[in-house]
């Protein structure tokens, strides 16, 4: 069965450094991935997705994610964090089947030092 | 920018109630979502639905759920009769497409309380 794992409920980083949130999946063929960001109260905003190509996808707000088949995983990153990216994230993979769902990890809220 | 509406944004109501709650997609998308969100839990997938059917359902879409798109611009979810269990934030989501370049663009979610 397909899944998505996030291992870190909470990370605290300080503005300015850097970021990596981890996400790791399980999936029997290329899977179709994605990064959402939530702001409190507010709904589910997609930062980039993976579909195939180059395995280094680039998505809004200045965010990265790479793919690594050899490892299932799916890492988000930033290399300088701003207060405003205090949200909670969420990976998520697209299932293959006649629905496309997604199915999400259970997130990681990331939470910005001054 | 299009973008994916819901209403109401709150609904608070009393258990065994009937809710509908509405969402507009986006005009020329043709797959339509459900997903709910537990307070603190993750997002799940409810059901989804193309060319006026269902195609697809989780287990937590029984009976007492209901999805329609009435005049081919709403899609609505109902919920027959309301359960503490049912209060969560719902989200509903649509896309263009399936597969490569089928993402989906969520709306701001409905909050449902259920008393």
């Known amino acids: 069965a397909q899944s998505v794992t996030q291992p870190d409920i909470h990370i605290t980083v300080s503005e300015g450094a850097s970021l990596e949130l981890r996400c790791n999946y399980s999936y029997g063929a290329t899977p179709y991935l994605f990064w959402y960001v939530q702001s409190p109260g507010q709904g589910l905003q997609l930062l980039l997705k993976?579909?195939?190509?180059?395995?280094l996808v680039q998505g809004i707000k200045g965010f990265e994610a790479e793919f690594k088949r050899s490892q299932s995983s799916f890492n988000l990153r930033k290399p300088s964090v701003h207060w405003s990216d205090a949200a909670e994230y969420f990976c998520a993979v697209g299932a293959m089947d006649s629905s496309y769902k997604l199915i999400f990890g259970s997130g990681t809220r990331l939470l910005v030092r001054p | 920018e299009p973008e994916v509406t819901q209403t109401p944004s709150h609904q608070v109501t009393q258990m065994g109630q009937e809710v509908i709650l509405r969402c507009v997609p986006i005009s020329n998308h043709l797959y339509f979502y459900w997903y709910r969100q537990i307070l603190g839990q993750k997002v799940e997938f409810l059901v989804s639905f193309y060319n006026n059917e269902i195609s697809e359902k989780s287990e937590i879409f029984d009976d007492q759920f209901s999805v329609e798109r009435p005049d081919g611009s709403n899609f609505t979810l109902k919920i027959r009769s309301t359960k503490l269990e049912d209060s969560a934030m719902y989200f509903c989501?649509?896309?263009?497409?399936?597969?490569?370049?089928?993402?989906?663009?969520f709306g701001p979610g409905t909050r449902l309380t259920v008393t």
């Open positions: 993976y579909f195939s190509g180059d395995t």
């Open positions: 989501a649509s896309s263009a497409d399936r597969g490569q370049g089928g993402e989906q663009y």
